[in-house]
């Protein structure tokens, strides 16, 4: 699997199979945990199934299908982007968070995050094969790990399952095209994992620092890979990709579940 | 002419009462009542929920605050508990009860009760309050029996009550591992007011 080189059409699929299997999975994951979502939502969490889930999707897949400017697509994002962080903020405005503190917080988040899911998206180009689900699985394990030890058990299934479906598009994948057609996923994932850590955050007690970890796993890719790319076997960079993603998730759990033994307390089961 | 004059002249005055009086009126009945602030050292909010239909787990808020105000026909009242200071006896517990799985109390900080009751001849004050949790409100039949009011030995008027009652934490959008742990929840205060 691997080297096959994917046509015009079967990139256009993927474009569209992603949002669906994501969705999906997110949804899944989300019922299992919650039961439906209430509309107008009350809690922050059920921004994310009811608006900021089917915000990104939407931008995702048209961004995928239509071909626009470089520029208008990243505006896009970014807009997209900042909205999301706002709405899963804004339930806590003013009550425990001060608006000043709030609009800190959404560009201080919002800038970055736009900043890697345009790399990323560049660097995904160049990436092949199964190498990028694989990637996006480890970081949302690491990241349900990780929100379960802050206190948000019920954000774990919608993670594991938006990894799930990950999974689940790169099985149809190589059904039909006998590789993994990564196209377009990873901005999405990244988004959505930042949506999770955010509610981990700011609704739980998931550390700044498991936060930044966690985050900067998947743009991890694109730090390490940008200057080795094409100059590497297929092999070395999937170890880098592995590595560079890997560390960030396994320093983050590791300090989560220090933190969670360190809790002087007896044992806990609900 | 001047019956006119005189209608407006009345006009102006009702208006300029209107305005003027509301709020003095206000004022006289918030006079006529008496307030008392909640004694926070003898001011108590435990629960007991069920834990895999075996046992009773039972908790507690360490934060509350509020008022009682005594009107000549009805006694008002205004509690409030701060839910990051929910007590269970267990860190990781308490941690996890503060968190969005279940009270969520960085969106919603505090759980309020407002109500007005009538005393009835036993010393039990029958009303229906509005009860405020995790952002949902729904009204609540509550029996506050007064245990008691007089001076204290430090010269201050107290009046004291308690009561039980008891919840669905799913009417309240709480329904985090429903099963595992029981949905009715027995909640028990018992509070002094002291005079102002």
Redesign the interface.
Known sequence: MGHRVVTGSVQKIAVVVWPIMIGVGYWIGYLFA??VP?WPP????EWMPTVVLPAVLIVGLVCGLHQFAWWFEDAMWVVVIIIAIAILLR??VP???ALGHAVAWVVGLGLPVSLFTIVLSRVERRLYGGTIPVVIMMVMVGASACLMM??????VPATLALGGGVVAGSLLSVCFFYTVVSCGLIRICLVLLVGQLV?GK????LPLTEMVLLGMALPAISVVLLPVIGQKSYWQIRFWCFLASGIPVLVAVTISGLK?AA????S?N? | MKQAILVSASAVVITVGLVVGLPGAHSAQSINATKFNIDESHAAIYFRITHLGMSYTYGRFNEVSGSILIGAGATSFDLAAMTASIDTNNGKRDKHLRNADFFNAKQFPSITFKGTGTQSDDDVLHMTGELHLHGITRSVPIHLKKMGEGKDPWGNYRIGYATEFTIKRSDYGMDSMLGTIGDEVDIMVSFEGIRE
């Open positions: 919650h039961g209430q009350l809690v922050a969490s339930p806590r009550q425990t968070l802050g206190g948000y058990a019920t954000l509610l700011f609704y739980a007690e969670y809790t002087a307390t007896t806990y609900f």
